[in-house]
T-cell receptor, first 115, second 113 residues
Framework: ETGVTQTPRHLVMGMTNKKSLKCEQH?????MYWYKQSAKKPLELMFV???????ENNSVPSRFSPECPNSSHLFLHLHTLQPEDSALYLC??????????????FGSGTRLTVV | GESVGLHLPTLSVQEGDNSIINCAYS??????FIWYKQESGKGPQFIID?????DKRQGQRVTVLLNKTVKHLSLQIAATQPGDSAVYFC????????????FGKGTMLLVSP
């Protein structure tokens, strides 16, 4: 366990479904991130939250909707996804916004399959 | 934007060999680099980092070398073990107003017994 927990580990959903991914960290970190990892591509940053406030939306389609109720929890709400959205979704946290202090701690990810 | 990339997509070695994984970066202003290891079914895990005022940094069985002249980073793993089989990423802070990490595509390291 890295200290960042993601649930569920695996998710299969239809294109008309609505589902949510959950991320939880008890490391006392102030910044949290959602990344998308597709085959043969670099990790793609989706959203950044610092002290519960969204600081970056990296041109992500509106069918992905993040929520950060507090510094320990991060959600990614999914609706009307497309098959090309199938990927591993990784949550990460860091002490502060900025990567110069040991980088990020990642969760194990949610493997999402859209059918 | 700036890119972080890797020379070799797959590296196959025998157990006990030394492994070298390379990374080229394009942002000459980058002052911090990190290597991550991602095992199957897991998220990336921090291995070692290096700041630009250093050329070399050693950890347990791992060494990172930084050549700022040619903007090249390498990760050396001594006495590679089957448990080292994973994808290895280099990363650097993105050159924006606040720093998020930019990752390379990764190199798959396969260690044969």
């Amino acid at each position: 366990e890295t200290g960042v927990t993601q649930t569920p580990r695996h998710l299969v959903m239809g294109m008309t479904n609505k589902k949510s991914l959950k991320c939880e960290q008890h490391l006392g970190h102030n910044a949290m991130y959602w990344y998308k990892q597709s085959a043969k591509k670099p990790l793609e940053l989706m959203f950044v939250y610092n002290f519960k406030e969204q600081t970056e939306n990296n041109s992500v389609p509106s069918r992905f909707s993040p929520e950060c109720p507090n510094s320990s929890h991060l959600f990614l709400h999914l609706h009307t996804l497309q098959p090309e959205d199938s990927a591993l979704y990784l949550c990460a946290s860091s002490q502060d916004l900025g990567a110069t202090n040991y980088g990020y701690t990642f969760g194990s990810g949610t493997r999402l399959t859209v059918v | 934007g700036e890119s972080v990339g890797l020379h070799l997509p797959t590296l196959s070695v025998q157990e006990g060999d030394n492994s070298i994984i390379n990374c080229a970066y394009s942002n000459s202003a980058s002052d911090y680099f990190i290597w991550y290891k991602q095992e199957s079914g897991k998220g990336p895990q921090f291995i070692i980092d290096i700041r630009s005022n250093m050329d070399k940094r050693q950890g347990q069985r791992v060494t990172v070398l930084l050549n700022k002249t040619v903007k090249h980073l390498s990760l050396q793993i001594a006495a590679t073990q089957p448990g080292d089989s994973a994808v290895y990423f280099c990363a650097e802070p993105e050159n924006s107003g606040y720093s998020t990490l930019t990752f390379g595509k990764g190199t798959m390291l396969l260690v044969s017994p």
